[in-house]
């Protein structure tokens, strides 16, 4: 089974742009979650979806969105890029929802010039 | 204080060495997650918890829920052991996971 897939792994943006990340689970996980993980803040849940629906969002604002589509697949965008939006964005997929292990993907760094 | 805490930062070990990392936390929960990080950002999920003591090869994880600890325990370490170590709990009033701030283990041969 391949594993988590994030696209793209690198991502240079300027202030102010937005970017679209994408996340691609493994084959029959129905549950996506992204986090953001910075060198001062450490790693910080984002939001999570199940079956189309966001089933939780943490303290982030608005700019940040995300969405899953049919096949499972969840794209996640930033809108009005801000230097400290500079992260490492993984995301992890599991079979069902809250108490099951999660699969990370290998992030996508994003840098904010 | 951070509702997920972890000690110690950091952890130097010599090969062979039996290695416990400890998880505190403040919040109700409904699991416990122990995580692996390489250099390089991979995250590889290590244990899952609710209740006792979970085994995998030379790691063992144990929670103990009135107390609201866990630890991770390495036994016979290795230097392909060095890693951040992460604890993450999943709040039962929220279901939202948080992150404690990792542990970074070195060992050396």
């Known amino acids: 089974k391949a594993g988590v897939t994030q696209t793209p792994r690198y991502l240079i943006k300027t202030r102010g742009q937005q970017v679209t990340l994408s996340c691609s689970p493994i084959?029959?996980?129905?549950?996506v979650s992204w986090y953001q993980q910075t060198p001062g803040q450490g790693l910080q849940f984002l939001f999570e979806y199940f079956s189309e629906t966001q089933r939780n969002k943490g303290n982030f604002p608005g700019r940040f969105s995300g969405r899953q589509f049919s096949n499972s697949r969840s794209e996640m965008n930033v809108s009005t890029l801000e230097l400290g939006d500079s992260a490492l964005y993984l995301c992890a997929s599991s079979p069902a929802v809250s108490n099951e292990k999660l699969f990370f993907g290998s992030g996508t760094q994003l840098s904010v010039l | 204080k951070n509702e997920v805490e972890q000690s110690p930062q950091n952890l130097t070990a010599q090969e062979g060495e039996f290695i416990t990392i400890n998880c505190s936390y403040s919040v109700g929960i409904s699991a416990l997650h122990w995580l692996q990080q390489h250099p390089g950002g991979g995250i590889v999920s290590l244990f899952m918890l609710s209740s006792g003591k979970k085994k995998h090869g030379r790691l063992i994880a144990t929670i103990n829920i009135q107390e609201k600890h866990s630890s991770l325990h390495i036994t016979a370490s290795h230097p392909r052991d060095s890693a951040v170590y992460i604890c993450?709990?999943?709040?039962?009033?929220?279901?939202?996971?948080?992150f404690g701030t990792g542990t970074r283990l070195q060992v050396f041969p």
């Open positions: 993450a709990v999943r709040r039962d009033n929220t279901d939202k996971l948080i």
């Open positions: 084959s029959g996980h129905r549950s």
